[in-house]
């Protein structure tokens, strides 16, 4: 049976680096009906912590990823790993170390000096048994390193094909510091060997270690698993994805609205796709497709227009009870949700949504759009205003409207049109005058789906309340060029 695991450490939010490994992972064990380990490797106890733990689950659980066992915590098996290193001392397979990192740093600078590569030179490794055994009575720190047999390591890797290294390249790496902390080296084996991981799936800068790791499951006279390194991801500057690249958490796309089968579809299409790129797929579709031999080699780029693309697809495309479940929880945040909305004004609610979201990238634009049709405030863009309201005809012009609409008996998209040209006509003004300023008025924006469909969603109350909101809205850009004015005061008291 396949077994996977998927093992972050806990000293940051997760990253979507890790996340696409995790992806990788959950949909390889799902493909297969096999086993999907969550292990925490927190074997860093300075810097890790049960909250960056929690936070990544919560991350793996926003996106839709489950996990069969876990999560083990390395932190809690420190015991484990010392038992197996002295086990491999005992088989003459690793030795105690006591040098100091100063004297293993002064002979480094001794060989680099003479144009030499370092690597550690064996000082501990022939030292007569009653040495090792006094220094170890009189309580001296020794690590333990592995002995690094002659020979080539090599493994066939699933994405990168065959890969070897002389082992006289490698050094006798450490396996359990001085402080009686474990390694990664350790740590890693050992549990992969007990939780019978049978695949290996992980970015590609661990490469290097896959040699070390795989000694070691020999030395443990356990079944090596089989590899697969996948390509990094990259930022748009085509290096390596990282803070400057902007967000790179998972839970910070969650918070800017994006829609979790969406994340899904874009994480999951980085280095392999399930087939045409025009679509998103469903979860089950990903498992059905999924193989490893379709990953790419080539690293791919964090394309943040694609996972718009795909938001925007989604959210035009799942059925709208979907959506409106997707976002009752930020209206609720936003302090917009009421009961009535799928009760009393379901038909009203379902219209409204269905108007906003074709022009909806992320669940926050949905609610912004949202929010003036069911708010008593409206945000003013100063942009907008500054655009569309300050012409002195509008003074006269709104009233005007306002009693055409008052007049009108169905409140309809076809009736305010209708009485809105007749209005501009007599006026001798374009009809784009009013339209765009009621736009701003109405929503605050100068963007909006048609303002005949907003007219008609807004109701004939609020729409004619607002139209009295002209001094109101301008007033915005009086409170702007007194903030700016402020700054200009505090820039000349700087200087």
């Not at 090599?154 to 402080?179: M, T, W």
């Not at 302090?335 to 379901?346: F, P």
């Amino acid at each position: 049976m396949v077994r996977v695991r998927f093992a972050p450490s806990p000293t940051g939010h997760l990253h979507v680096g890790a996340l696409r490994t995790a992806l990788f992972n959950w949909l390889f064990a799902r493909h297969h009906q096999g086993v999907f380990v969550l292990r925490i490797e927190d074997t860093d106890v300075a810097r890790s912590s049960e909250e960056m733990s929690q936070s990544i689950m919560e991350a793996l659980r926003w996106v839709g990823l489950d996990w069969d066992e876990g999560p083990i915590y390395q932190s809690q098996r420190f015991d484990i790993y010392r038992k197996a290193a002295r086990s491999l001392v005992e088989k003459g397979l690793a030795y105690y170390c006591f040098c100091t990192p100063e004297e293993i740093e002064k002979r480094r600078q001794e060989t680099q000096a003479k144009g030499g590569h370092w690597k550690y030179d064996r000082h501990c490794l022939n030292l007569p048994e009653s040495q090792k055994k006094e220094l170890l009575e009189k309580g001296v720190p020794a690590a333990i390193r592995f002995l690094v047999p002659e020979g080539v390591t090599g493994f066939e890797d699933l994405v990168h094909g065959h890969i070897s290294v002389e082992n006289k390249n490698l050094e006798d790496f450490v396996l359990l510091r001085s402080d009686g902390f474990p390694t990664y080296h350790l740590s890693v084996v050992v549990d992969d060997i007990e939780t019978k991981i049978t695949h290996v799936i992980r970015g590609d800068d661990h490469i290097s270690n896959t040699p070390k790791q795989i000694l070691l499951y020999r030395a443990f006279e356990a079944p090596v698993p089989q590899f697969a390194h996948l390509p990094l991801i990259l930022g748009p500057d085509r290096k390596k994805l990282s803070k400057r690249h902007g967000d790179t958490s998972v839970l910070n796309f969650r918070d800017k609205g994006y829609l979790p089968l969406a994340f899904f579809n874009f994480m999951a299409q980085l280095s392999w796709s399930p087939g045409p790129e025009d679509k998103v797929y469903s979860i089950e579709e990903m498992v059905r497709e999924f193989s490893l031999d379709r990953i790419s080699k080539g690293s791919p780029v964090f394309d943040l227009a694609k996972l718009e693309w795909l938001n925007s697809k989604l959210i035009n495309e799942m059925p709208l009870s979907e959506l409106i479940e997707q976002l009752r929880p930020w209206l609720e945040k936003e302090g917009l949700w009421s009961e009535e909305l799928i009760k009393e004004k379901k038909i009203w609610f379902e219209h409204l949504v269905e108007l906003v979201r074709s022009r909806s990238r992320t669940l926050v634009d949905l609610v912004e759009m949202i929010a003036p049709f069911i708010s008593d405030k409206v945000k003013y863009d100063p942009e907008a205003v500054k655009k569309h309201l300050l012409d002195p005809k509008l003074g006269q012009l709104l009233p005007k409207l306002k009693e055409d609409f008052i007049q009108l008996v169905q409140f309809t998209a076809q009736e305010t049109e209708k009485v809105l040209r007749e209005r501009a006509e007599k006026e001798g003004v374009k009809a784009a005058l009013l339209i765009h300023s009621l736009r701003v008025l109405l929503l605050g924006k100068a963007v909006s789906p048609g303002i005949f469909e907003v007219l008609e969603l807004m109701g004939k109350e609020k729409t004619l309340a607002r139209m009295d909101n002209l001094p109101e809205a301008r007033k915005t850009l009086e409170f702007i060029k007194d903030i700016e004015k402020s700054g200009e005061v505090k820039d000349e008291q700087q200087k």
